[in-house]
């Protein structure tokens, strides 16, 4: 995989990080830059180390089924793409869950870090039947989210929830070319 195709993928498995963040921007009314950045650090690191893990498992089935590593691939990116468009029809706002500002925890952020990054753990799958440089793609991943939530913190208080879902909508897209791609590129 190229690394335009992996910067492509970081920035679509950030996707979904960030319409979260533009909603826990609007929750925080005026969010200040250093907590902004605490957020995607946090997001980041969770973001990063997902797909690591995903290819530690991939890695071990990978010689059983590497005849069929491309459809593998096809598959999971057409399945989180396609969930990924469908959520940026959803009507309801991203924000109506969010609790109020003075319940948050660290804790929960936590959690609605891992909850984002799930599909970060199947795309670590693929990529151990792609062979990629996983430390570079997690890299590559991390970053990407850390500046999308941070961004997203933001910029939250100005654009509720439009662009998060537009920016699924654009990840998803991008997660089902990347797949076809892969098929295409294997004959």
């Not at 199947?122 to 850390?146: H, K």
């Amino acid at each position: 995989m190229s690394i335009f195709s992996l910067i492509l993928v970081a920035f679509a498995m950030a996707t979904d990080a960030f319409a979260i963040a533009i909603c826990k921007g609007v929750s925080m009314k005026t969010p200040r830059f250093i907590d902004a950045i605490k957020i995607g650090i946090l997001f980041g690191v969770v973001e990063a180390i997902t797909p690591v893990l995903g290819w530690l498992l991939g890695s071990a089935v990978v010689d059983y089924i590497s005849q069929w590593d491309h459809w593998i691939i096809l598959a999971l990116m057409l399945f989180l793409g396609i969930r990924m468009i469908r959520n940026s029809f959803d009507d309801s706002c991203c924000c109506d869950d969010e609790p109020a500002p003075n319940k948050k925890t660290f804790f929960l952020l936590v959690l609605t870090a891992i909850s984002t990054s799930i599909d970060a753990f199947a795309v670590g799958i693929s990529f151990a039947f792609a062979s990629v440089n996983i430390i570079v793609a997690a890299i590559l991943i991390g970053c990407a989210t850390m500046i999308m939530v941070t961004i997203g913190v933001m910029l939250g208080t100005r654009l509720g929830d439009l662009i998060g879902k537009r920016a699924e909508l654009i990840g998803g897209l991008v997660l089902i070319f990347i797949g076809i791609y892969t098929v295409i590129s294997s004959y």
